[in-house]
């Protein structure tokens, strides 16, 4: 998703976005813009860890700069899971700043944490990044609009053919 988008899915502003993906580089875009007045990029794992950080600021006045390590260490535990497979799922921040997931009626056990209900987040994205909800359950082999632009594609010489010849 480009920055209008991850602006509109995280709540930060486009300068706020800017300043923690580029400057702080809390949490870096996905890919870079290539020259000034183009657009950063972001994948659902980077914006979903965008929100969690804009929680952890809002709700629990965490300094984000201290936890930048810990940002990163979000993102590979995120690419390690599928998106329908975090349904369901709390994320628990530890002392130290490791990440854990954990079910939702799991109780933790070892330890303090902070516990972050991920549903209210992956609805967010779902809809913003157009993903599949939970009870879908399996994705399509194909998605629809992209047989309908192969099918476009693919009848286009045809029918370029049926006007010249008309």
Request: hydrophobic content about 45%; charged content about 25%.
């Amino acid at each position: 998703m480009p920055t209008p988008i991850a602006c509109k899915l995280t709540g930060l502003s486009t300068e706020k976005l800017r300043e923690w993906t580029s400057r702080r580089a809390i949490v870096p875009a996905d890919v870079r813009p290539k020259s000034k007045g183009t657009p950063a990029k972001f994948c659902w794992q980077s914006i979903l860890v965008l929100r969690v950080a804009v929680l952890l600021r809002d709700q629990f006045n965490v300094e984000l700069q201290a936890h930048k390590s810990s940002f990163e260490g979000l993102r590979k535990t995120l690419r390690e899971n599928s998106f329908l497979s975090l349904w369901g799922s709390r994320l628990v921040l530890h002392p130290g700043g490791t990440w854990s997931l954990i079910e939702a009626d799991s109780v933790l056990v070892a330890g303090d944490g902070i516990l972050i209900a991920l549903d209210p987040h992956l609805v967010v994205l779902r809809d913003g990044f157009a993903l599949p909800d939970a009870s879908e359950g399996q994705l399509d082999l194909f998605s629809l609009p992209a047989v309908r632009r192969a099918r476009r594609t693919a009848l286009a010489p045809e029918a370029t053919a049926k006007r010249r010849s008309a």
